[in-house]
């Protein structure tokens, strides 16, 4: 099975790569303190992927643009990674929202994604 495609709720079986994110401390341009962490998401099973602008196969969330020299970066998150979990959560089975809020809640950020590119995971 692969992830792409995946129905939420049901059960998954992938390759997955485990990521940790640490993000980053910056001041704005407004001289405000502000916490980076260096990409963008899509996605999430109450949003139509039919309508995004890039045509992923499924209602997960993934990420849209990783941005250069970024902790996103740093920790090798990849633009078109779907998301899996982070800190042990389910993002197969989130909304936009609720996951941009998950993202935002901790500093550090341990992530399954799995990526296109990835081989099929065998099972015989």
């Known amino acids: 099975m692969t992830a792409y495609g995946h129905m939420p709720g049901e059960a998954i079986e992938c390759l997955s790569i485990a990521v940790e ?10 001289g405000q303190l502000t916490i980076r962490v260096g990409f963008k998401i899509g996605g999430g099973i109450d949003q139509d992927p039919s ?27 990849r633009k078109h990674d779907k998301i899996l979990q982070v800190n042990g959560a ?18 550090v950020l341990h992530m399954l994604v ?5 081989p099929p995971v065998s099972l015989h």
């Open 21 to 30: 994110l640490h993000k980053q401390e910056v001041i704005d341009a407004h």
């Open 51 to 77: 309508k995004a602008p890039f045509k992923y196969p499924d209602a997960g969330v993934y990420i849209t643009n990783v941005e250069p020299g970024s902790p996103a970066e740093a920790a090798g998150l």
């Open 114 to 118: 799995a990526r296109a590119d990835l």
């Open 90 to 107: 389910d993002f197969t089975m989130m909304t936009h929202d609720r996951a941009v809020k998950f993202i935002k809640q901790s500093n």
